[in-house]
């Protein structure tokens, strides 16, 4: 993670008066943009680059960055589509040099809220792909803009579909202890990655966890993801996917640490077991609900301060918060040792909860049975590829169906199972 | 080690007149005394081989107690033992000593299917130790001597493997026997155990019979119902057990054979060889202490001082550990970096390239900042 202040330039960055031109042009000039910048795209804002009169020179007379993104865009071929949504569109491509070496390009859409400039999210997934580089994570090879000014990720095929696929084919897919064990560890080391690098991913779930060909886990879309925040600075409490959703979020918090992407870990880490979202609240308030009945009520007593946090609500029937033992029976297919991971992992006070080093100095991971090589993982073969599509196009922080265009995906969720009645 | 020969020359004079070997059993006369059946009611014909020529026990002890001595044939100068000799097993000398030579080529090319990965090349090796064996048993000098070659550098080349396939051979036979042994000593269980039961059933039959009959006898008017209805209760009960009991049984049944399978793949997966593979690095091997500074507990900054006892980023979980281990890591980032060994700036881009790129940056803000 070398913050490389070489290529960052010091002319006029906001040229707020002539229309925005290229989004992506400056990409391949790998200007790196320091980490403490938290979320604000300033580096990656348009830069009319062209000549005085504002655009549509022809190509003849193309600038040194505009050569650049033309060589970039030429190193790849755009296949056939493989998802459209209204963030995004995803395509199969390949190496120009090598049809073998296949790719995935997430053409991000010119959207309406955003006409000045990028949507904050495609900002965001650029500038963290950019520089987190780790086994488990999801490479990001290259981007340009093509001639409609929309940006292009060029972003390494995971043909095997993702998490959640394998966890809700109950009939086809069979997995054991060592199976989830190994997702988990992979899926813990990308997170442990990101927190190491001070970079809140604030969005995992099964979803976006992509299978590479060789069964590695990566983790995927970075759309709302940013760095650690300074201390007195607010962020917003209103990402990662509801079911994923951690106590202080659900109740507003505006400062919070890597703690809330753990909490997420314990959720993917409960569904892989349980094969069905463990808690899966339609509303928020519901989400709460949940929480407080299956995991225990926040209280000042075990997270001294709750009450005064903005949002906070409970119900009023104040569950203790469940010991271990409450969790064999329904958990305990990982053994002792991993109840024991998970409920470190969903403690509600923040502050107690595990952290993503932490969880991977568990004992769990030492103890039998061993994880499963990642070449002999169960996999499906059928529909990985359109899944991968729809992952990647989809809207972040959100669930399938939720959203405009969702409608239709949002039969395939566990929407069928009526966990809304359990929250009364 | 007698069947060894010393040499190639030596191994095809043997071979060329075992092609023209006598069938003893035609004639029942020894061809170096000529003596016959008639007069020895016990005569046994040995042979060596060495040179698989035949000659009664007589003759063996007449000539070679006293030590190594030569094959009394005409034209054969093979010295042999007295240890060496023994009786055929077949008939047909020629068959005897391709069975000698197949046992022998087959301790050293001892690899079982297991041993690879698909089955054609199991039967690609399966035909190569044929083809060796046709060689020795049937090609010419040539070609006998060139297989004999193969084979003796070969069991030189490959003794450990040879030993331990032949071990695991031994292993396994071993343990097929041993879970035979045990299925037996199941079905055996099981039936004694199904006629105790019967036994015991035929007893507990007698028994409620005799309490019927007495309770019959002792109670009053209108109990016989009740006990009936007892008898069927019991009688329920009983078929509740025996069914218990069958499914006992029939779990115990389909766990054995289930045992017997696994401990088949167990077999072979012990015959792979075992995957080189440490303990599990949950970390994958990475590691991010920083190595040009150390954290220390109580780092802070006064301009964050006033957050710490905050309550907002106290029960939101806001980590001011995570805080200052960034702020140190930016402190530090970059040191350390040399442009002129960093053979690649970012990504796929040489540092050459980065410099003509700002300076084209540079030329055309220059033109820009004219308009």
Sequence with gaps: ?424 | MSRRAPGGGARSSAASTASALPAISTEDMCPVCKTIRYLNKDMEFLINPECYHSMCSNCVNRLFNDGPNQCPYAGCHRTLRRKGFRSAFFGDLSVEREVDIRRRVAAVFNQAEDDFETLADYNDYLLKVEDLTFDLVSGGDARRRAAEATLQQWEAEHKADIERNRKAGKEADEQSRRRLAAEREAARQRRVDALREAEEEKLERLRTREAELDSLAQGEAGTAQRVQLKRRGQAAAHRAVDAAVSAAAGGNATSDTALGFMSIRGLKEKKKPPAPEGPYDPFGGLDFVPSRYKMHAGLTHPAIEKYRADPAHITGGYSFAEYTARAMFEAFAGLGVFIEDEKEVGIGLSAGEVATISAGIAAVGDKMELD
């Design chain 1, 1 to 424: 993670m070398a913050v490389s202040p070489l290529v960052a330039p010091t002319i006029d960055m906001l040229p707020s008066s002539r229309p925005a031109s290229s989004p992506g042009k400056r990409l391949p000039t790998s200007t790196v943009p320091s980490s403490n910048d938290n979320g604000t795209p300033r580096l990656l804002l348009p830069g009319n680059r062209l000549g005085p009169d504002g655009g549509a020179t022809p190509a003849v007379t193309l600038d040194p960055i505009e050569q650049l993104n033309e060589d970039e865009k030429r190193k790849y071929v755009k296949g056939k589509k493989l998802g459209e949504g209204t963030y995004a569109n995803v395509y199969l491509g390949h190496a120009r040099h090598d049809p073998s070496v296949l790719v995935a390009i997430k053409k991000i859409k010119v959207q309406q809220q955003y006409q000045d400039g990028m949507a904050p999210d495609a900002v965001r997934e650029l500038k963290y792909l950019r520089e987190l580089h780790h086994p488990n994570i999801i490479s990001l090879l290259s981007v340009f803009s093509s001639k409609d000014q929309n940006l292009n990720l060029v972003l390494e095929y995971l043909p095997l579909g993702d998490l959640e696929m394998l966890i809700r084919d109950v009939d086809r897919v069979r997995y054991g202890a060592g199976d989830i064990k190994a997702w988990m560890g992979m899926l813990t080391r990308a997170v442990w990655f990101c927190h190491d690098n001070f970079v809140l991913h604030r969005d995992i779930k099964p979803n976006n966890l992509l299978i590479a060909a060789d069964g590695e886990v990566k983790l995927a879309d970075f759309g709302l993801a940013r760095a650690f925040a300074d201390p007195g600075r607010r962020m917003t409490a209103n990402v990662i996917t509801r079911w994923y959703r951690p106590p202080e979020l659900l109740f507003g918090a505006r400062h919070y640490g890597g703690a809330v992407d753990v909490w997420s870990v314990g959720m993917v880490f409960a569904e892989l077991i349980i094969r069905a979202p463990y808690l899966a609240g339609n509303t928020e308030v519901e989400q709460i609900a949940l929480i407080c009945k299956q995991i225990g009520t926040p209280t000042e007593d075990n997270w001294p301060g709750v009450t005064h946090l903005r949002e906070y609500t409970v119900p009023s029937d104040v569950v203790p918060v469940w010991g271990k033992d409450a969790y064999m029976g329904r958990f305990g297919a990982v053994g002792a040792d991993g109840v024991d991971l998970l409920v470190r992992t969903v403690a509600l006070d923040p502050k107690k909860r595990i952290t993503a080093r932490e969880m991977l100095e568990h004992r769990w991971w030492r103890t039998d049975p061993k994880p499963t090589p990642k070449e002999e993982l169960p996999r499906k073969s059928a529909g990985g590829e359109e899944k991968m599509g729809a992952d990647l196009k989809r809207r972040n922080g959100l669930l399938d169906g939720e959203g405009s265009n969702g409608v239709q995906r949002g039969a395939k969720v566990a929407r069928k199972l009526d966990f809304g009645a359990l929250a009364k």
